[in-house]
Nanobody, 124 residues
Framework: DVQLQASGGGLVQAGGSLRLSCAAS????????IGWFRRVPGKEREGLSH???????YYADSVKGRFTISSDNAKSTVYLQMNSLKPEDTAVYYC??????????????????WGQGTLVTVSS
């Protein structure tokens, strides 16, 4: 099993930037797809981005061109660099891990392990 710890959230002004971190332990990171999701109360989790073990990445339309996912294999950590933040980006952000089996990995039911989430608040 893999354990995930999300961190880096906080308060930022619209147009600003923030970098979230997802630290993994317990399993080799290259066995997994690591994804980022966000959730607003009363809403479903929204898939934002993922990075696969071969380096392929995915971005949802809502964040494409603004967010960048990357990994530091030596530190077993995946990052989400968030630029040009908007008030509608305000949410709890979660990282998740799922086995890399060639699935689309764009929805939350494709992931098996979840971090605790970190709150991002973007002021207007």
């Amino acid at each position: 099993d893999v354990q995930l710890q999300a961190s880096g959230g906080g308060l930022v002004q619209a147009g600003g930037s923030l970098r979230l971190s997802c630290a993994a332990s317990g399993s080799r990171l290259d066995d997994f797809v690591i994804g980022w999701f966000r959730r607003v109360p009363g809403k479903e989790r929204e898939g934002l981005s993922h990075i696969k073990s071969d380096g392929r990445t995915y971005y949802a339309d809502s964040v494409k061109g603004r967010f960048t996912i990357s990994s530091d294999n030596a530190k077993s950590t995946v990052y989400l660099q968030m630029n040009s933040l908007k008030p509608e980006d305000t949410a709890v952000y979660y990282c998740a891990a799922g086995w890399d089996l060639g699935l689309g990995m764009r929805t939350d039911n494709e992931y098996d392990y979840w971090g605790q989430g970190t709150l991002v608040t973007v002021s207007s």
